[in-house]
């Protein structure tokens, strides 16, 4: 890869069909870039998101995994944002038990006009990780 | 199992993608995928042409699903899923990948970091892809017929364009009379039709329509099934007036009633009888025995005949194919002391301020004194800082403009004092602003850190503020009355949305699926709302969203059956131990346990599931998937991308 991708870090983004896919999608209309070793996969919902997924993405090498959570814009119901912040807490743990830093596991809610937003946490998450992994 | 053969379609996009991206190394990248048959960059996907190639590629190569790497699926999932369709492929063998959005405008600074992630996208459809089977979608009937529940000029209008275009209407109405808030206010802005007016004309025009069925005094209590049958059960309060009741009957029975109650139509600035009805031309025409507070003395019995204690309460079933909600908001309460609100006699509330212009004439009276000045405070439980209610009400400034320039045409001496926080007359409502400055309406501003203060003075009630607009001179007022300019806030009462589950947004209004693009469907299926009842809107707006939420239940049901997306969830019968976990994660009730042999499971029941997936990760043996994001495919995806 050319040396201007080895000052990136590889981030896995779960964000969700209705709400931070369209927020991401236009950051890229808006032409704000981020690094682009930053991948998404699309979900219905931040909530249904398993750990084992994000613990796979560690185990595969990604060195980060950002959750572009649905907040309370949720169409699902408001128990979304319960219910995601109680899955990021078991990852968090299950990650201290692997002795993976469970700093490389973000979150933030990303609504469906939040394309700056992202695109600052896309910025400020890979920094740190380059700092902390790749220093 | 037969290996699967797919097709791959890059797009240029014109240059919006291969600008940035070198489409023929994405392509020659991914064309030695085992399952990838053929590999073909495209000036435009979307154009015609390459679709009709696509459908010849598919058929003539017998290719099992197609993967195209365009622009965002937001655009074209739905083209190219159809574009399968005509290739006799079932919808859903369908991958989209998205390399304009998130690769070549997102790093239009870096071509070759653009290139490499584009390629890594097209490999996770690819992965993807290979578990993209054909789905069946779910076929059931659908009722023709649609419950309207609120009978506000939303809900009213909703009826009409629903009877209008054939389908059946159950209009169902909590209170004993229709109109909603419209009926409680007699002059509107921007039209010269006043609102009982305009309640009437409507109503008039319901009872023309054989296919609509009227009820007030009714709730929904029940609701059962999914969207195309959905089984209601209505509680029906009586009004304890059998037929008829003769005009002179009633005024007398009126009289003779002994119980007086705070009257909530007049926001408590009056009170009224427990036989009521709240105004002479008010519909339907029958007045009404408020049980509640009725002592069931028999005076009104006795000079009335139509009266009828032994009316029993109802409980009414109606199957319907859709349910559009309309039920409107509740004005905001003032906190105790809120500018002077409940400590100061001379203050009261914007509503409260209606109904005592209508109700009187040549001069203002409030609690027996004549009024003069009249200070205005704006956005009270609105635009909050502090508070939750951080949005703006919309029609409050509107509302309150017309009431003061009203206020100042009816009654003599009457000076106008509006303490603002930047006016938000848009659009025609712009012409009453001007109309009230011209009649000499004094206009004071602060920001939200400089609010108006209210201090009570020995009687005097005296209004103080920064006014910005003075180079923050403080400028006083002496009132004789002080409007708090009350917002809309939700309905208190929200027992019908919690039966129906209808997700409520930040502003704890209901919450449509997208404000822009589906801006009256909320993410229960046959379930639209239309009015108030999902954010401040005035007449104009909430007839508008009436009428696109009556055309879009209908659109649901004038096949007489309908498609539900099979992308559900699926709970693995061998792995489910029954906890119940899944059942308790469910926001939709969609999970049932059922018994499988020996074994007491969970099952899904796919009418009713959203595919939220909210069921998956809290399973511990892990049997719950969703279909279209399984575990497999996810984590063979994270294979691709990394
Ligand atoms: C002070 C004030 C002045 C206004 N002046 C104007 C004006 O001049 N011009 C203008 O355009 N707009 C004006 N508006 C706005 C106007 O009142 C609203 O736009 C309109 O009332 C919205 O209509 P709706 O049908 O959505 O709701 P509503 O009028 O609230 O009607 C909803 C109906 O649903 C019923 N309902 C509630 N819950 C249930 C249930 N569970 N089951 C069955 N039925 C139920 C209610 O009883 C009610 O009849 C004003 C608003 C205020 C507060
Ligand atoms: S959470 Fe899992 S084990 Fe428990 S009932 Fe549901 S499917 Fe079965
Ligand atoms: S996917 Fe959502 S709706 Fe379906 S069963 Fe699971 S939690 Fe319920």
Known sequence: ?135 | MKKKKIGVYICHCGGNISDYVDVEKVRQAVEGDDIVFLAKTTMFACSDSNQRDMVEDIKANDLDGVVVASCSPKLHLLTFRNVSVRADLNKYTYVHANIREQASWAHSDNKMGATEKAIHLVKAAIAKSRYADALETNKIKAIKAVAVIGAGVAGMKAALSLAEKECDVILIEKESFVGGRVAQWDSLSTTTETGKEMVKRLYNELVKHENITILTNCEVIENKGSVGNMLLKIKKTPRYIGGTCHPEDLKRAIEVCPVEVPDEFNFRLTTRKAIYKNYPSEYPQTPVIDIKNCTRCGACEKVCPAIDFSEKEEILEFSVGSVLMATGFDSYTPAYGEFGYATSENVITLPQFKRLIDTQSDKLIYKGKEINNIAYIYCVGSRQTDGENTYCSRNCCTSTIHAAVTAKTKFTDINNYHFNRGLRTYGKQEILYADSLSAGDIYLQSYEDGLPTVTLEGKKTIVKINDILTNGREIEVEADLVVLVTGMVPRADNKVGSLFKIPKGRDKFYNEVHMKLRPVETVIDGVTIAGACQGPKNIAESVNSALSAATKSYSILSKGELETDPLVATIDPEKCTWCGACEAACPFDAILKIEKGTKVIADINNTVCKGCGMCAPVCEPDAVNLIACSSAEIMSMIDALV
């Not at chain 1, 990303?110 to 220093?135: D, G, P, W």
Request: with cysteine; hydrophobic share 40%.
């Open chain 1, 1 to 135: 890869m050319a040396d201007i991708n080895k000052k990136s870090a590889k981030i896995l983004v779960f964000s969700t069909e209705k709400i931070s896919d369209p927020a991401i999608d236009m950051a890229g209309l808006l032409k704000l870039h981020y690094p682009p070793t930053v991948y998404t996969i699309s979900i219905p919902c931040s909530s249904g998101i398993k750990p084992s997924w994000i613990l796979y993405a560690y185990e595969k090498g990604f060195d980060g995994v950002f959750i572009a959570a649905d907040g309370s814009d949720c169409v699902y119901g408001e128990s979304c944002t319960e219910k995601t912040g109680h899955l990021v807490g078991k990852t968090h743990n299950l990650m201290k038990e692997r002795g993976v830093e469970p700093a490389r596991l973000r979150m933030a809610a990303i609504c469906s006009v939040c394309s700056e937003s992202f695109v600052k946490q896309m910025r400020t998450f890979n920094e740190y990780l380059l700092k902390t992994l790749h220093a």
